[in-house]
Nanobody, 127 residues
Framework: QVQLVESGGGLVQAGGSLRLSCAAS????????MGWFRQAPGKEREFVAV????????YYADSVKGRFTISRDNAKNTVYLQMNSLKPEDTAVYYC????????????????????WGQGTQVTVSS
């Protein structure tokens, strides 16, 4: 089993920044992907970004491209989401997820590709 624990959420004004962390523990895999999703009130959960653990390739949703950066620390088994120039529409619960599968990176936009999920962390951006 794998446990994912997110942290770093909070309240920030529009234009501000936050950095989310997701620490993975338990069983490890040689090649996997870790992604961030978010769910705003009354909306479906949506893809934000993904990083391939081996190689570090990344892929972003258009809505966050140029503002958010996903990165990883192999030694700490932790993935980060640096969020800059935050907007009120970024307000959501942010979830990290891990996929054991090998796929073309754009496939990881789908929630179905992920095997483990964290509990989520709230991000609120005030206008």
């Amino acid at each position: 089993q794998v446990q994912l624990v997110e942290s770093g959420g909070g309240l920030v004004q529009a234009g501000g920044s936050l950095r989310l962390s997701c620490a993975a523990s338990g069983r490890t895999f040689s090649n996997y992907a870790m992604g961030w999703f978010r769910q705003a009130p009354g909306k479906e959960r949506e893809f934000v970004a993904v990083i391939m653990w081996s190689g570090g390739s990344t892929y972003y949703a258009d809505s966050v491209k140029g503002r958010f950066t996903i990165s990883r620390d192999n030694a700490k088994n932790t993935v980060y989401l640096q969020m800059n120039s935050l907007k009120p529409e970024d307000t959501a619960v942010y979830y990290c997820a891990l996929s054991k599968s090998a796929r073309l990176i754009f496939r990881f936009q789908s929630q179905r590709e992920y095997d483990y999920w964290g509990q989520g962390t709230q991000v609120t951006v005030s206008s």
